[in-house]
């Protein structure tokens, strides 16, 4: 019985992969660079995506970064290398200390880590020329990130969470919970590494995982439910996101959305506001944590009587002379 489960969800996963592919347009012979890192769902990930790169006619690479934040941070390198020799694929790897790269000080492990692992694949993607970068990243991921966000305070957007495309970043297991990829490892009799770091209650993330079993207990459709609710929510934050861009061009200075008028601004609705102040931030490419107090902070900026710059972040600072504002970077 417990086998005939893994094969449904074995089979079921792999319908959903090729579905995933189909959609992408594939030309043939371009790069795919898996973002590999030893464990269940990257290792599941890379089975996939070897077994259907014949019918897809696309090339696979496999990337690890060694983070060097646990001593045996080189076995998970070796377990890799191993893997990837047994498929006859490439592996590239890179220790943290050695990236030319000095991330931002954010305070958070989590945030580091996702900046040196985006420069590792930014650097990839130019040396390989490689056409998309895959993530193992899965619904189990996505409850857990939008309960962190939650708990911190974000905006809708922020609540909307990962999205399955984001640029070259694709991410296929979005919708697949981690059982079903346990399953699929299982049917496969495919061996993976655990992070015995993901076990410690240090993390937030790691405390938030552990409550996931205490809400299936109340609700067995939990995941279920949260999937169909964040799909809502996505709906409505791409709603938000376009009219924002339209206003936002509304108040603008000019086309390029750099200055905007407080003049036009301020007649604004206050929750249209806020959300012109994001789109304002994405589009002049600036770093910046979504929560609710950061752009309230940049409106009071905007109410205040005074001129001047203001700066929340190392790397860019908003300048303010009579009505008109504009992001100036350092």
């Known amino acids: 019985m417990h086998s005939k489960k893994n094969n449904v969800h074995a089979s079921f996963l792999e319908k959903q992969i090729d579905l995933f592919l189909t959609q992408l347009n594939l030309t043939t012979h371009q790069t795919i660079v898996l973002g590999l890192s030893g464990g269940p769902d990257s290792v599941a990930l890379l ?16 990337a690890h970064l060694d983070h060097e934040w646990r001593e045996n941070s080189k076995q998970d390198l070796l377990f890799c290398q191993e893997l990837c020799d047994k498929l006859d694929l490439k592996l590239i790897y890179k220790q943290a200390s ?3 790269f000095r991330p931002k000080a954010t305070g958070s492990q989590e945030d580091l880590g996702r900046q040196l692992r985006r420069y590792f694949f930014d650097q990839i993607t130019q040396d390989y020329q490689a056409k998309y970068i895959m993530l193992a ?32 970043y694709l991410r296929p297991l979005l919708n697949i919970s981690k059982q079903i990829i346990l399953d699929y490892l299982t049917a496969h009799k495919l061996h993976y590494i655990q992070d015995s770091t993901n076990l410690s209650p240090l993390f937030l993330r790691n405390r938030i995982r552990f409550l996931l079993p205490e809400l299936e207990k109340i609700d067995s459709r939990f995941k279920l439910n949260f999937n169909q609710t964040l799909n809502q929510i996505k709906l409505a934050n791409n709603f938000i996101l376009e009219l924002a861009q ?3 061009k509304q108040v603008s200075v000019n086309q390029k959305s750099k200055i905007i008028n407080l003049k036009l601004f301020q007649n604004l609705k206050p929750f249209l506001k806020n959300q012109v102040i994001l789109a304002w931030l994405y589009e002049n490419q600036v770093s910046f944590v979504q929560t609710k107090n950061f752009a309230l902070e940049i409106l009071k900026f905007f109410n205040s009587q005074h001129g001047g710059t203001h700066q929340i972040n190392p790397s860019w600072v908003i300048y303010k002379k009579q009505n008109l504002v504009e992001i100036v970077l350092k």
Do not use: P, V, W
């Open 137 to 168: 990243h899965h619904l189990d991921d996505q409850i857990e990130t939008f309960l962190i966000r939650l708990i911190r305070g974000s905006t809708i957007t922020g609540l909307s969470c990962m999205q399955s495309q984001t640029g070259i």
């Open 246 to 248: 339209e206003t936002l």
């Open 98 to 100: 050695n990236l030319n």
């Open 47 to 62: 089975h996939l995506l070897d077994q259907k790169k014949t019918k897809f006619k696309y090339n696979l690479l496999a």
